[in-house]
């Protein structure tokens, strides 16, 4: 799918998560379309690559993945969330970033509140070291096509 298909299939998703838990619709947006390359990656309605983890009591799909430990990029076989839609990933996500990353929300700016995400707490939303320049250079690209389509 295209990005501008992209935006206005899921924007008001990204929005109903902001509405709801605080996370910047551009940051949701953005991730959404980096995790599972502009929609066409999502196995599971999983948009975010959000892991299963000991605490999650939904469906869970085993999916391989990229990780980088030590600098080193690495394909890892992991145990990832599954959702009945999207609406349903992009609520979780939003949920997420709440518990977890609860510094973040001292930001509004979508920059800002990824650079809190990645650099602000003890664990990282990514592993990958260009995350926060990604997310950064698709919350630009997006904010032009939403313009673009007059949204």
């Known amino acids: 799918m295209t990005p501008e298909e992209f935006v206005k299939k899921y924007l008001f998703d990204a929005v109903q998560s902001q509405a709801a838990t605080g996370v910047p619709f551009m940051v949701t947006l953005a991730q959404a379309a980096l995790e599972s390359a502009w929609g066409e990656k999502a196995p599971g309605n999983n948009f975010f690559g959000i892991k299963a983890g000991t605490l999650w009591k939904g469906e869970t799909q085993f999916l391989w993945t990229h990780e980088y430990k030590n600098g080193k990029r690495e394909k890892v076989l992991d145990s990832f969330r ?27 700016d979508p920059t800002e509140f990824i650079k809190s995400v990645q650099n602000d707490h003890d664990y990282q939303y990514a592993t990958d070291p260009d995350y926060v320049m990604k997310i950064q250079t698709l919350v630009n690209l997006l904010s032009k096509i939403i313009i673009k389509l007059e949204f």
Do not use: V
Not at 84 to 107: E, M, T, V, Y
């Open 82 to 108: 599954k959702y009945i839609s999207p609406s349903q990933s992009f609520a979780d996500h939003g949920l997420l970033l709440k518990k977890r990353w609860p510094k973040a929300f001292n930001f509004c």
